[in-house]
Structure formats: C-alpha cells, structure tokens
C-alpha cells in the first residue's frame, strides 16, 4: 500500500510553546489529507481535512487558530499545535487520500505537553 | 449510537481460530474500510469495500458489506498471535470529501 510519513513520532514541549507536525505522502500525491487526533484506548476523531492550496477545514468544536494545517505541496500537510496546554497531549494521525478514495495513514505523533 | 459502530468491542480467541468483528453505521456511504491499529502505532489499511460491492477478499481477510442493514463484517481465518490488534471500520460520507467516521473498535487478542 501506499506510505505516509509523520514527523517527529514524539514530541515532549512545555505549556505554552508551539509544536509543528509534518506529514508526508511518500510514493503519491495526495491532493487531500486529513488530521485525527486519538485519546487513549478511543478511536480516532477528525479534526480537519487540510485541501493543497486552499485553507483547510475544521471540524466543529475545533479551534483553527490553535490547531494551524498548511497544506504546501500535493505531497506536505503540517499541523501546528500553537501555545499548547496540557491538554493537547494526545495521538495525532494524519492520513493521505488516493485519488480512488483509499485513506493511508502515517504512523502517528505522540505529543507530551508538561 | 454513532456511526461505525463495532462489535464486539472486544474478543479473544486462540491461534488458528477465526475472528469475526462487525460493524454498523448509519447514513448513505460510497464505501467502507477496515483498518488495524496495533497499540500506540499508526492504522494499517486494510481493505476497502465499495457500496456496490457485497463481498472482498485479501489474504485470510474477508469483507463483507450489507448496505440494506448498514453493516459490514470483518473475518479473519485462521488466527495467528500476530493478529493481535484493535481494528476500526470507517465510512466515507457520500459526499465524496474523502472525510472518514470511525467506530469505536474491536480489539483483538489471539492467544499463541
């Protein structure tokens, strides 16, 4: 199947700072991609799609000025946790959609906020 | 209920054993996955199937899809240790944004 890369796969930063995440479609592009983020023993809940070249789309209850998506390249998304709290410690997931409609995902960013 | 609901929510069975996970949901779909999470790793795709198709197959995994009930059942033969994982179905909506529901999951222990 297809590969999507995320960077880094760990991440420790203190409140209040900013943390940026990439994901990468290595062997496709990917004119659509998805952020999840994933608590403990859950499943997975979508935050946003991110569209290469138009701003991205926010689930409702998530805020798009704490959670910025930049979508650069048909192959690049990146999220960045902006002044994070405790709270924002989680499972982030990206995933990359094929032009048949198939969703890969990368392996996954666990953020620590202490 | 939400969309993509499973059941069991968990299950465990001895090697060699089959594995049958079932899944609901509520609202048109252009088509269902099923993907596998091993714990605190990425999801690994599995297989799609598409709303006009009933059955699918890949490797010991077998899909099918009911679309007059919403459900969709996973099975895997002939169970091995490495099996072991939780699985989530997802739905697309059939507005084609390519956005996916999940369900809550099934986990799954294959005792060797």
């Known amino acids: 199947g297809a590969v999507v890369s995320q960077h880094p796969s760990r991440v420790i930063c203190k409140s209040g700072t900013s943390v940026k995440i990439e994901c990468r479609s290595l062997?496709?592009?990917?004119?659509?991609m998805f952020w999840y983020r994933q608590f403990p023993k859950k499943s997975l809940m979508l935050m946003a799609t991110?569209?290469?070249?138009?701003?991205?789309?926010?689930e409702q209850g998530v805020e798009k000025d704490k959670f910025l998506i930049n979508h650069a390249s048909l192959t690049l998304s990146t999220l960045t946790v902006t002044s994070a709290h405790p709270e924002d410690s989680s499972f982030y997931i990206c995933?990359?959609?094929?032009?048949?409609?198939?969703?890969?995902f990368g392996p996954g960013t666990r953020l620590t906020v202490t | 209920s939400q969309q993509g609901e499973e059941d069991p929510q968990a299950l465990s069975i001895q090697e060699g054993e089959n594995a049958t996970m079932n899944c609901s949901y509520k609202?048109?779909?252009?088509?269902l996955q099923w993907y596998r999470q091993n714990s605190g790793r990425g999801l690994v795709h599995l297989i799609l199937?598409?709303?006009?198709?009933r059955e699918k197959h890949s490797g010991r995994l077998r899909v099918t899809l009911d679309t007059s009930k919403k459900s969709s059942s996973l099975l895997i033969t002939a169970s091995r240790a490495a099996d072991t994982a939780s699985y989530f179905c997802?739905?697309?909506?059939?507005?084609?944004?390519?956005?996916?529901?999940f369900g809550q999951g099934t986990t799954l222990q294959v005792k060797p």
């Open positions: 609202t048109s779909i252009n088509n």
């Open positions: 991110s569209n290469e070249g138009s701003k991205a789309t926010y």
């Open positions: 995933s990359a959609r094929t032009s048949v409609g198939e969703q890969y």
């Open positions: 062997d496709f592009q990917a004119t659509t």
């Open positions: 997802a739905t697309d909506d059939s507005g084609n944004t390519g956005k996916l529901i």
């Open positions: 199937i598409r709303s006009n198709e």
